[in-house]
């Protein structure tokens, strides 16, 4: 488990605001795969902020990955989105 990386990434997406935030590093899932030879991780987040509210979910990834896009691929080779507006419920 990354923490150090886990926090980084959860300090970043505060800039969203969200009403709930769980992000669960799922790296030792992809072990032999090829984006963790070099020892990137996988994150599997799922977040709720009203900023998605009357945007799609392109739009919506589009609001994390601008927070995160030098991060990619190295040190995170991947994310696994799953957002939502309050109004939507919860992810």
């Known amino acids: 488990m990354n923490t150090d990386l886990e926090n980084t990434l959860r300090t970043r997406l505060q800039a969203l605001n969200p009403d709930s935030l769980e992000i669960e590093d ?45 991060l990619m691929p190295f040190p995170i080779h991947a994310l696994a989105l799953k957002t939502s507006a309050p109004s939507k419920g919860s992810v």
Do not use: W
């Open 26 to 70: 799922e790296s030792h899932q992809h072990v032999g795969h090829a984006g963790n030879q070099a020892g990137a991780s996988h994150f599997r987040v799922r977040i709720v902020a009203s900023c998605f509210d009357s945007k799609g979910t392109v739009a919506q990834h589009r609001l994390v990955y601008d927070l995160v896009n030098d």
